[in-house]
């Protein structure tokens, strides 16, 4: 069973950096694509960022390019840092795998998700 659990959100001001974090368990984290969505209140679901498995290719937003970076250590975990953060970037943030995979910004193309961590950037 895999499972996902993000962690890292929270309040910050226009500017600002958050760096969230997400935890890979059941399965050989290296052969994961990972991917970062965010949603609004009232929004549907939106990429962020995303890379293939082996991490040999990474994909943005074109809202976030410059300003975020995804990431991944050798331990299970994906990190997503935020930098420069604005009141638009707020939204609940899910991260998602793919065994597999590639660098997606669809969400149809990953088949395990976290529960969501909370971002408010104030103004």
């Known amino acids: 069973q895999v499972q996902l659990v993000e ?4 309040l910050v001001q226009a500017g600002g950096s ?13 052969s994961y694509a990972m991917g970062w ?3 609004a209140p009232g929004k549907e ?13 990474t994909y943005y937003a074109d809202s976030v390019k410059g ?6 250590d050798n331990r299970g975990h994906a990190y997503l840092q935020m930098n420069g953060l ?5 939204a609940v943030y899910y991260c998602a795998a793919q065994p597999y995979g590639l660098a997606s910004a669809s969400h149809t193309q990953y088949d395990y998700w976290g529960q969501g961590t909370q971002v408010t950037v104030s103004s």
């Open 18 to 30: 958050l760096t969230l974090s997400c935890a890979v368990s059941g399965r050989t984290f290296s």
């Open 45 to 57: 679901r939106e990429f962020v960022a995303a890379f293939s498995w082996g991490g040999d290719t």
């Open 7 to 10: 962690s890292g959100g929270g």
């Open 86 to 90: 604005k009141p638009e970037d707020t």
């Open 67 to 72: 300003r975020f970076t995804i990431s991944r």
């Open 37 to 39: 969505f965010r949603q």
